[in-house]
């Protein structure tokens, strides 16, 4: 009976959490598990509390790229710092405008795709403040084309669809606004 009181009580405190994590998958030889489980006890973390401990440690000594202002070297934890945004396709943006050549392959697909969505608005003539707002609508889109799901042409058509069934883009001031779009 104490077991499952218990268990009742460390599940509400799970979901309290505000927080968002992600479950990512480790790999470990059995020596290295080992070795963290070590460190996990000394530490009185558990073993995935005290994976992450680390790899937040070593991200904020490593260097992964160098300041463009004056060459000094950036740890990825600063990288991010200056790249991170809540939206997805921003952050993506922001990391290949300012270090692209830490795009993973998936992410670089993913940034020539919104580089193409722009090139096509600007032939749709859409107004500047609005390339962001399309790459937006068309997110899920991009991504699909980036996983090859759907061909670059299946994307331009989704992107004249919504130019002729959302009506005029060139009114969405305040859609844009809204969504707080970067401009390109």
């Given at each position: ?84 945004d809540s939206e997805h396709y921003k952050r993506i943006k922001n990391l290949g405008d300012a270090y692209p050549g ?83």
């Amino acid at each position: 009976m104490g077991n499952k009181e218990g268990e009742a009580m460390a599940t509400k405190k799970r979901g309290s959490k505000l927080n968002k994590s992600e479950t990512v998958q480790v790999r470990f030889d059995p020596k290295l598990k080992m070795v963290a489980e070590l460190l996990a006890a000394k530490e009185r973390r558990s073993l995935s509390s005290m994976i992450e401990w680390a790899v937040e440690r070593i991200a904020r000594e490593i260097p992964v790229a160098t300041s463009k202002s004056d060459g000094s070297p950036l740890t990825a934890w600063q990288v991010v710092d200056e790249c991170w945004d809540s939206e997805h396709y921003k952050r993506i943006k922001n990391l290949g405008d300012a270090y692209p050549g830490l795009l993973t392959y998936e992410e670089r697909r993913l940034y020539e795709l919104m580089v193409q969505v722009i090139i096509w608005c600007l032939d749709e003539r859409l107004p500047k403040g609005r390339h962001w707002l399309m790459v937006k609508i068309l997110w899920e889109d991009i991504v699909q084309c980036a996983d090859e799901s759907i061909s670059e042409n299946e994307l331009l058509r989704l992107l004249k669809d919504v130019l002729t069934t959302d009506g005029d883009l060139f009114q969405l001031s305040t859609a844009a606004d809204n969504a707080q779009c970067p401009v390109a």
